[in-house]
């Protein structure tokens, strides 16, 4: 099943993501490619359209982004923005300068071009708009064909070629902060591009069983990792759908998982999925590779190739006691490695985005032990049906699926799991202190019927002690901080103002009932500058 696109060439811009997400908003499936991605890799994609994202550089720097100018000149529609705007002007015998003025934030554009025959991109937007810019260069001299179509006071707003189909804006549309931005992306979709409304959770859905099909093969096995949370809950359920009973769910106790998830999870995986899951307790396995380890990147490889490794040796298992005997004929067939060929895991689009630059010349923030800790010698091949999605549209794949919201609508929940939430090294005693504390913050918060309106909230274990008292004896605790942010889709996030008296109740039951934490503060960091986590 071939899937249209619109092909967005990353140039490293803050924003590629969220073109992506305004486009798959009006129900037209996008692809974020490197900009230095060849001719035939586009062209793979299907599109029906190309977008050239913004970017920090200017396109006179000795490490601006390559990108091939043959990309002009394929035939698709094309829309610039910010430095793809820039590039297209460079390229095609214009020029680019330093603007006298650099643009920053708010501006007023005003659009000279909103005729439909002449400017379709621009059709029903008011004469004047307000728009985010973030440039430093401008458009000095338009290449030979290219009209004007917008400006600002300072600078070039917006330029086309209608006869090349190309067109470009030096603003960003896909932030809100620009406002008609949607309608003018909507314009280059359907009224340029042709696009059809038609990639839905159902054409996915489809779409996936049946790639999953092909890779797996009729004889195919594959194990899941499965955590319990919605990204690899959803991921097992499309796998299982594609190749049924030759699935099998691996549930790992890795030791710093939250309190009684362990048996938790066991029950809602069978219960209410149907999955077929095997349930490992690796705590003391993966607790003793990270004894005296305080260095986060470092906690999450290892944690990463601790996974696989786990994984490695239950598929060895599973082949030799169960599937082995029942399909391939007994043991000792040599059937070994094909049996079992697969792991499935529920990475998703923010997951590749922060963990490298595969997707452009962003920088790398932290790696994330779905992408960023697998060793390079892994005897398992991946399966990430849900790698291009943002975590809004797997809850929506996971409801067209019809799975219980009560799966859907868990928070999000880190891969390392609290080792990532204890700062320092990571011991037994600390997990027990984050996990009875965590377990007070998630229980007063759904108490307070915040749950579902908080993209996350949890606890988190520094290494920090400080004088308290209790009764009448001095103490010497932990302090625990409290996070809470809302969040579309994880690239960026905000603070939560949770009520005082949230706050309060949640403070006094973890310095009452914890023993060993006697201080909570209250973390109102937004991402940026800061991640949601803490490591």
Same mark, same amino acid.
């Given at each position: 099943?071939?899937?249209?696109?619109?092909?967005?060439?990353?140039?490293?811009?803050?924003?590629?993501?969220?073109? !992506?997400?305004?486009?798959?908003?009006?129900?037209?499936?996008?692809?974020?490619?490197?900009?230095?991605?060849?001719?035939?890799?586009?062209?793979?994609?299907?599109?029906?359209?190309?977008?050239?994202?913004?970017?920090?550089?200017?396109?006179?720097?000795? %490490?601006?982004?390559?990108?091939?100018?043959?990309?002009?000149?394929?035939?698709?529609?094309?829309?610039?923005?910010?430095?793809? /705007?820039?590039?297209?002007?460079?390229?095609?015998?214009?020029?680019?300068?330093?603007? @006298?003025?650099?643009?920053?934030?708010?501006?007023?554009?005003?659009?000279?071009?909103?005729?439909?025959?002449?400017?379709?991109?621009?059709?029903?937007?008011?004469?004047?708009?307000?728009?985010?810019?973030?440039?430093?260069?401008? #458009?000095?001299?338009?290449?030979?064909?290219?009209?004007?179509?917008?400006?600002?006071?300072?600078?070039?707003?917006?330029?086309?070629?209608?006869?090349?189909?190309?067109?470009?804006?030096?603003?960003?549309?896909?932030?809100?902060?620009?406002?008609?931005?949607?309608?003018? /992306?909507?314009?280059?979709?359907?009224?340029?591009?042709?696009?059809?409304?038609?990639?839905?959770?159902?054409?996915?859905?489809?779409?996936?069983?049946?790639?999953?099909?092909? &890779?797996?093969?009729?004889?195919?096995?594959?194990?899941?990792?499965?955590?319990?949370?919605?990204?690899?809950?959803?991921? !097992?359920?499309?796998?299982?759908?594609?190749?049924?009973?030759?699935?099998?769910?691996?549930?790992?106790?890795?030791?710093?998982?939250?309190?009684?998830?362990?048996?938790?999870?066991?029950?809602?995986?069978?219960?209410?999925?149907?999955?077929?899951?095997?349930?490992?307790?690796?705590?003391?396995?993966?607790?003793?590779?990270?004894?005296?380890?305080?260095?986060?990147?470092?906690?999450?490889?290892?944690?990463?190739?601790?996974?696989?490794?786990?994984?490695? +040796?239950?598929?060895?298992?599973?082949?030799?006691?169960?599937?082995?005997?029942?399909?391939?004929?007994?043991?000792?067939?040599?059937? =070994?490695?094909? #049996?079992?060929?697969?792991?499935?895991?529920?990475?998703?689009?923010? +997951?590749? $985005?922060? @963990?490298?630059?595969?997707?452009?010349?962003?920088?790398?923030?932290?790696?994330?032990?779905?992408?960023?800790?697998?060793?390079?010698?892994?005897?398992? &091949?991946?399966?990430?049906?849900?790698? +291009?999605?943002?975590?809004?549209?797997?809850?929506?794949?996971?409801?067209?699926?019809?799975?219980?919201?009560?799966?859907?609508?868990?928070?999000?929940?880190?891969?390392?799991?609290?080792?990532?939430?204890?700062?320092?090294?990571?011991?037994?005693?600390?997990? !027990?202190?984050?996990? =009875?504390?965590?377990? $007070?913050?998630?229980?007063?918060?759904?108490?307070?019927?915040?749950?579902?309106?908080?993209?996350?909230?949890?606890?988190?274990?520094?290494?920090?002690?400080?004088?308290?008292?209790?009764? %009448?004896?001095?103490?010497?605790?932990?302090?625990?901080?409290?996070?809470?942010?809302? @969040?579309?889709?994880?690239?960026? !996030?905000?603070?939560?103002?949770?009520?005082?008296?949230?706050?309060?109740?949640?403070? +006094?039951?973890?310095?009452?009932?914890?023993?060993?934490?006697?201080?909570?503060?209250?973390?109102?960091?937004?991402?940026?500058?800061?991640?949601?986590?803490?490591?």
């Amino acid at each position: 099943m071939e899937t249209s696109s619109i092909v967005i060439l990353d140039f490293g811009s803050q924003y590629t993501q969220l073109i !992506a997400r305004r486009i798959r908003e009006q129900n037209v499936f996008s692809v974020v490619v490197p900009c230095t991605a060849s001719i035939d890799e586009i062209n793979s994609h299907h599109p029906i359209g190309i977008i050239l994202s913004g970017g920090p550089c200017s396109v006179y720097d000795a %490490d601006a982004p390559p990108a091939d100018p043959a990309v002009l000149g394929l035939g698709f529609p094309i829309l610039g923005i910010c430095y793809g /705007l820039q590039y297209i002007v460079h390229h095609l015998g214009g020029k680019v300068s330093s603007a @006298s003025k650099r643009e920053y934030g708010h501006a007023e554009v005003s659009l000279l071009d909103t005729k439909p025959d002449a400017n379709p991109l621009f059709v029903q937007l008011p004469a004047t708009m307000t728009a985010w810019m973030s440039h430093g260069d401008n #458009a000095e001299a338009l290449p030979p064909g290219f009209h004007l179509t917008a400006r600002t006071s300072n600078a070039v707003a917006g330029i086309a070629d209608a006869a090349r189909n190309i067109w470009a804006v030096q603003f960003h549309p896909e932030v809100h902060h620009t406002k008609h931005g949607s309608e003018l /992306l909507r314009n280059f979709l359907f009224r340029i591009c042709n696009a059809k409304p038609d990639w839905t959770p159902e054409h996915f859905i489809q779409s996936t069983v049946h790639a999953i099909r092909e &890779k797996v093969g009729e004889g195919g096995h594959a194990i899941c990792a499965l955590s319990g949370g919605v990204d690899s809950s959803v991921a !097992a359920v499309l796998v299982h759908r594609a190749i049924g009973n030759r699935l099998t769910c691996v549930f790992v106790n890795n030791g710093v998982l939250r309190k009684n998830e362990f048996f938790k999870v066991q029950e809602t995986m069978r219960n209410k999925l149907g999955l077929n899951l095997v349930a490992v307790n690796a705590s003391t396995r993966f607790l003793a590779k990270l004894a005296g380890v305080t260095d986060p990147e470092t906690k999450r490889k290892i944690i990463g190739n601790e996974f696989i490794s786990v994984f490695d +040796d239950e598929a060895a298992r599973i082949l030799r006691d169960t599937i082995l005997e029942s399909e391939v004929g007994g043991p000792g067939t040599g059937s =070994e490695a094909k #049996a079992i060929a697969w792991l499935v895991q529920g990475t998703l689009y923010p +997951d590749v $985005i922060e @963990s490298s630059s595969v997707k452009g010349p962003s920088q790398t923030i932290k790696s994330h032990h779905n992408v960023g800790g697998l060793p390079v010698d892994m005897k398992l &091949k991946l399966i990430e049906p849900l790698r +291009d999605l943002f975590k809004d549209e797997v809850r929506r794949i996971g409801r067209d699926l019809q799975m219980p919201e009560e799966i859907l609508q868990r928070q999000p929940f880190p891969g390392p799991g609290l080792a990532v939430r204890i700062l320092g090294e990571v011991t037994p005693e600390r997990v !027990a202190l984050l996990q =009875e504390a965590d377990d $007070i913050v998630v229980t007063e918060i759904k108490a307070a019927g915040l749950y579902q309106q908080i993209w996350q909230s949890f606890a988190v274990l520094l290494p920090v002690r400080s004088v308290g008292v209790a009764g %009448d004896q001095r103490t010497y605790g932990y302090t625990c901080a409290i996070r809470a942010v809302h @969040s579309e889709d994880g690239m960026t !996030a905000d603070w939560v103002p949770l009520p005082y008296e949230v706050l309060k109740k949640i403070s +006094d039951r973890i310095t009452n009932e914890v023993h060993g934490i006697n201080r909570v503060v209250y973390d109102i960091t937004s991402k940026p500058p800061g991640t949601i986590e803490w490591e």
